[in-house]
């Protein structure tokens, strides 16, 4: 029998092609989670939205995968039944939840009446917009997990770190296209719903090129199961629910989800209000500009994501690249609460700051999870952790819509039929308040995991180099 000599993923042609493929899935699912995010004054214009209710909304992408656990199922059904089956399943999601958004937004009319769901009350199309987008978050985070150890699969050994921050960083390139073109294209038509379209079609050839992907996939486990028969080793063990117990019971496990739930909530919900934090804050920004400036944070990660993988992959320092990370959203955070900030040009800076912050502790976060636990558990294990990141996602938004229509409304309005800003004005201090204290615990936690891997040697602050 001819013996393999060389696997697929040997070659770096055909690993990067891989990345290339799974990375643009990821792409238009930042696109199409983002789409809305620059929206928010848009919506409160032309379809009588309030700020409880976009909160709402929000919070929406992450309900299914809390409430009903569809996280951990996505965790355990990649683990045991592999990549093509649950990222397959999770392309399919994100399409049918988007689709419904699409269906909420473009046939049921913003006037439809109000109903009551689970002690909340919200329009009848902001109620199916958020069923959509909570299939769609289940989707999302089902292929994200899917194509995470996808990339662990194909670079462990080899360029993982770099491979891992390509990836986010085109994923947020999509980030970035949805807040500068979403509020321009909503402002030009007079309407919220093309940007939808656009999201959905982007979706659907995502969802192709993971079909693709599957392809090459296929190839890779033939050529791995025959290397094992070749050498003589056994079937690699299957995961079991019993590695549930010790993925759990691993410290370090556990100091990576909570600070991926505190970092994590201290960004991507800023997202969302970035564009009428913008608007409300600085007189000379309009809504038909304000998504350009939310649009500055993913596009620091596209520049610097790179980079910061290349650093780790060779020189480590994982525990020190979330630190400095953490310590630069809080900053960001601190002084876009201060009252005295008015300038345009320093929010520019700081909305870069923050793009670099959030560059700099993924790319040493996720790695570093794949350096703590084994790849037969990695599937589960970054499941659990997005579990816990998606509690933080689910409930920041809402927290934040619902204190600025408590407490940082300056003055009223009466839904679609007023003219921006005249009516509705937001006074975002407190907010950023909250935001800040959560970088401050992003830091704590941070230190304390640098702590934790000089005592049980993981590994996080050693690269290429040193291990040489």
């Known amino acids: 029998m001819e013996q393999i000599k060389k696997l697929l993923k040997d070659s770096a042609k055909a690993r990067w ?13 930042y696109l199409a989670s983002d789409v809305y995010s620059p929206l928010k004054t848009l919506l409160e214009e032309d379809n009588a939205w309030t700020s409880t209710e976009y909160g709402y909304f929000g919070a929406a992408q992450s309900v299914f995968n809390v409430f009903l ?38 046939s049921i009319p913003s006037d439809a009446g109000n109903v009551s769901f689970l002690s909340m009350t919200m329009k009848k199309q902001v109620l199916w917009a958020s069923l959509g987008f909570a299939v769609f978050g289940t989707g999302c985070e089902m292929a994200g997990i899917s194509i995470s150890k996808a990339i662990v699969k194909w670079f462990s050994g080899k360029e993982l770190a770099l491979a891992m921050a390509v990836q986010l960083s085109i994923a947020r390139l999509g980030s970035g296209v949805a807040l500068i073109f979403s509020p321009m294209i909503s402002e030009r038509l007079h309407n919220v719903t093309t940007t939808v379209g656009i999201g959905l079609v982007f979706l659907i050839i995502g969802m192709l090129g ?23 080793k056994e079937e690699e063990a299957s995961f079991s629910l019993k590695d549930v117990k010790s993925i759990i019971s691993n410290p370090g ?65 994982g525990t ?51 350096k703590i636990m ?3 558990q990695y599937g589960t294990s970054i499941a659990l952790a997005f579990f816990i990141q998606n509690i933080g996602l689910m409930l920041v938004p809402m927290a934040i819509g619902w204190v600025l229509d408590k407490f940082c409304l300056l003055s009223t309005f009466s839904g679609g039929t007023v003219s921006y800003p ?47």
């Open 17 to 29: 092609t891989a990345l290339m493929i799974v990375s643009f899935v990821m792409f238009a699912a």
């Open 69 to 106: 656990g569809m996280l951990i199922f996505s965790g355990l059904l990649l683990d045991k039944k592999g990549i093509r089956l649950t990222g397959n399943l999770g392309c399919i999601l994100m399409v049918a939840g988007f689709a419904l958004k699409y269906y909420a937004v473009t």
């Open 210 to 232: 993971f079909f693709v992907y599957c392809l090459q996939d296929r190839k890779l486990d033939r050529q791995l199961k025959q290397q094992r028969l070749e050498e003589g």
């Open 253 to 317: 496990f556990w100091l990576i989800s909570l600070l991926c739930l505190i970092f994590y909530a201290s960004v991507s919900p800023f997202f969302k209000f970035t564009s009428d934090l913008m608007v409300n804050k600085f007189n000379d920004v309009t809504p038909f500009y304000s998504g350009i400036f939310p649009s500055l944070i993913p596009f620091g990660c596209i520049l610097f994501s790179p980079l910061f993988g290349a650093v780790y992959d060779k020189y480590g320092k």
């Open 320 to 370: 020190l690249l979330m630190i400095i990370g953490a310590l630069a959203i809080t900053v960001v955070h601190v002084v876009f609460g201060l009252p005295g900030i008015h300038s345009i040009w320093i929010a520019v800076a700081l909305l870069l700051l923050l793009g670099l912050g959030y560059a700099m502790l993924p790319a040493a976060l996720w790695p570093s999870l794949a």
């Open 374 to 376: 084994p790849q037969k």
């Open 422 to 468: 005249d009516n509705i004005k937001y006074d975002y201090t407190l907010p950023q308040i909250i935001f800040a204290g959560m970088g401050v615990i992003a830091i704590i936690l941070a230190f304390a995991l640098r702590r934790l891997d000089r005592k049980k040697r993981y590994g996080l602050d050693e690269g290429k180099k040193k291990r040489d």
